[in-house]
C-alpha cells in the first residue's frame, strides 16, 4: 500500500491477467481538499497501480434526492453556477483533474447493468 491509514481500492477488474481498471466506491466522500478526498485516493491509486483506467463509483440517484438541496450554493460558489445533479459536480471535477494529468471516470447507477 501507498502510505499508512489508506485502504486498496474497492475492486480491481483483470482481464487476460492485465489491470484493466480500479474501481473506488464512495458515498459522501470529499472530493478536494482533504487527506481522505476523492482527489488524493485517485492519485494514490494512480502513482501506485498505475490502471489504464480508474472509475470513482458513487450513487447519484440517492445524492441528488438527499444532499443536492444542502449543497448546492456551495457548489455554485465553486463552479460558478448552481448544478442540476450530482452527475454534474462529477463532471466539473473529472474535467478539473484531467487537467491536472488525473484522468478519472465517474460512475453511477446508470452505468450499472441489471439483468431482467
Given at each position: 500500500m501507498p502510505?499508512?491509514?489508506w485502504c486498496e481500492p474497492d475492486l480491481f477488474i483483470l482481464q487476460d491477467l492485465k489491470l484493466v481498471k480500479?474501481?473506488?466506491v464512495i458515498v459522501l466522500d470529499p472530493y478536494e481538499n482533504s487527506e481522505n478526498s476523492v482527489y488524493?485516493?485517485?492519485?494514490?491509486i494512480h502513482n501506485y497501480y498505475n490502471p489504464p483506467e480508474i472509475v470513482v463509483?458513487?450513487?447519484?440517484n440517492y445524492?441528488?434526492?438527499v444532499r443536492l438541496p444542502e449543497t448546492k450554493n456551495?457548489?455554485?460558489r465553486k463552479f460558478g453556477y448552481e448544478p442540476k445533479?450530482?452527475?454534474?459536480?462529477?463532471e466539473s471535477y473529472a474535467n478539473k483533474w484531467k487537467k491536472n494529468?488525473?484522468?478519472?471516470?465517474?460512475?453511477?447507477?446508470?452505468?450499472i447493468i441489471t439483468e431482467p
Amino acid at each position: 500500500m501507498p502510505t499508512a491509514g489508506w485502504c486498496e481500492p474497492d475492486l480491481f477488474i483483470l482481464q487476460d491477467l492485465k489491470l484493466v481498471k480500479v474501481i473506488e466506491v464512495i458515498v459522501l466522500d470529499p472530493y478536494e481538499n482533504s487527506e481522505n478526498s476523492v482527489y488524493s485516493k485517485c492519485w494514490k491509486i494512480h502513482n501506485y497501480y498505475n490502471p489504464p483506467e480508474i472509475v470513482v463509483f458513487e450513487p447519484t440517484n440517492y445524492l441528488d434526492k438527499v444532499r443536492l438541496p444542502e449543497t448546492k450554493n456551495e457548489y455554485k460558489r465553486k463552479f460558478g453556477y448552481e448544478p442540476k445533479s450530482y452527475t454534474q459536480i462529477q463532471e466539473s471535477y473529472a474535467n478539473k483533474w484531467k487537467k491536472n494529468g488525473l484522468h478519472v471516470t465517474f460512475w453511477n447507477e446508470a452505468n450499472i447493468i441489471t439483468e431482467p
